[in-house]
């Protein structure tokens, strides 16, 4: 498959990455402590009764210089311990907000680099969980690791402790790409690490990847994939590299290198594409692969997949997500909640028996319906307008109006061999899946007044 320099150049435009609905830049700040907590306490009603919560450990040892993560560089164990003690306190927090019958189907631990924490913290808090809530049987328990900071001993007790899910950040296997973005390389290398962790168990084994980085060619990065093959992961995410250096200054130091452009960028990601479904990975949505056996490749096919800020799931195991720690972002039905990212507030805020949050976006029922639809399309690659008009008891006619739907421009799409439109119901075709962004953009009509700045599409 190759995708034509010309529509590389019209679709590399700022686009958002749709991990919410409205995007993040549109939360506001609101100190309306009362408003925030009935939000929280009204979601008690809504659907899904199960909840998740998504843990934020901000610390990571070094700075990687493409970072668009949330971090705080930090060799203070006073300070991370002092973060820890913060973040119990706002899990009874929460115990007390929350309607006690509903159980705990997802837990996810992001960051920064959670397994920068001491193991005992990480046990700590796993055992506060455990006293305190409900779970479903066979909950998800997700951490993502920084391979520098992974031995066996910490991937034994992290097992013990109720994870169940890795994810891997590799980024690349190539040390002079590794060098040239700062980051410390795996302590054991990621195929006998892979190889350990299924010796603990049923556990489920991610990787990530970036591509867009210094010195990657489509030669070395092809090696960096097979080599992934070859360690047997049974997730794969193959990231983009977001430049957003008005955002991340540390970014800035990148620009002295040559960085891949668009045309580039593709290429690295279509051979990532090809080797990965040649070798039997099924594509997810915009930058994830998983084995057919995956419960996302069945999630997949039976049109049943979502996605939060945590990545894709499926709808078994997804509960409303509740998230603590410093710029955390709680994902309702009717609010998102983003903590604030200054780690003195947060612990004011907790200290003082309020909830942390610095930013929200209440979504009314017009934003709930585009919501829907852009999961269906970034997630299914599908949509059916007669089946969201039906969910939502309105005529399509209405639908199409609240979506600000131009039949011109997706015609346009399928002229250029992006997608299928027939009968009121869109697919996207493989040829499509890059340009998922711009095809979800054209069904959001705050982009028609394109006032915020995202990254480019590709
Ligand atoms: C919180 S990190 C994962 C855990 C750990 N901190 C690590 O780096 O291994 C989340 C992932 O986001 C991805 N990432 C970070 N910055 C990015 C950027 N600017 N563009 C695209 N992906 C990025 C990386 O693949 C990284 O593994
Ligand atoms: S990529 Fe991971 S380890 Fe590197 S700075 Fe970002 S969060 Fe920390």
Known sequence: MKIPESLLQKYNVAT?????YPPANYFHEEFKAE???????????SHPKNISFYLHIPFCGKL??????NTHISKDNLLIKSYVETLKKEILLYKNLLDSSRKISQIHWGGGTPNYLPIEEVEGIMAMFFEHFEFIQNPEIAMECHPAHLTFDYVDR??????????????????????AVNRDESIIPIEELIRYIKTKGDISVNLDFVYGLPFQTPENFNSTINKAVAANPDRLAIFSYAHVPWLKKSQNKLEKYDLPDAEQKIALFEMAFKVLTEKGYVAIGLDHFAKPEDELSIALNAKSLHRNFQGYCTRDTTGQVYALGVSGISQLDNAYLQNTKDLKVYKKAIDAGELPVEKVYFVNEEEKIVREVINELMCNNYLSFPKIASKYNIEIEELKSILTFEEDIIKEFEKEGLLIYKDNIVEIKDEGQFFMRNIAASFDPKMKSNEKSFSKAL
């Open 35 to 45: 408003k925030n907590k009935a939000a929280l306490i009204k979601s008690n009603q």
């Open 64 to 69: 990687c210089h493409y970072c668009g993560c």
């Open 158 to 179: 992290l097992v013990k402790s109720g994870i169940n899910r890795m994810s891997l950040g590799v980024q690349d296997f190539e040390s002079n790409v590794m060098n």
């Open 16 to 20: 958002p990455r749709y991990t919410s």
